[in-house]
């Protein structure tokens, strides 16, 4: 069932509809709240737009990162299982 939450991001309320809890739905919040107010203090814009793509882009770029560093991970892992399984 989805449920409304108001959150306030870079000075602006929402509310967003989501099924998952109120405070995850904070934190998604709070985390974008906090990229756009770094990009804001790190360039000269004062375009909320420019500053919403910018946090975007950031936020993209911190989740292929680790989304990257999984895949090794986990290919990492998958390799050290069949080496196992060829020796036991």
Partial sequence: MKRSVKVEIFGHEYILKADN???HIQRVADFVDGKMKEVSVSTNSKSVT?????AALNIA???LQIKEERERVEAKARDISRLLD???
């Fill in 21 to 23: 809890e109120d405070s």
């Fill in 50 to 54: 420019n500053i919403a793509i910018l």
């Fill in 61 to 63: 770029d911190e989740y």
């Fill in 86 to 88: 060829t020796r036991l």
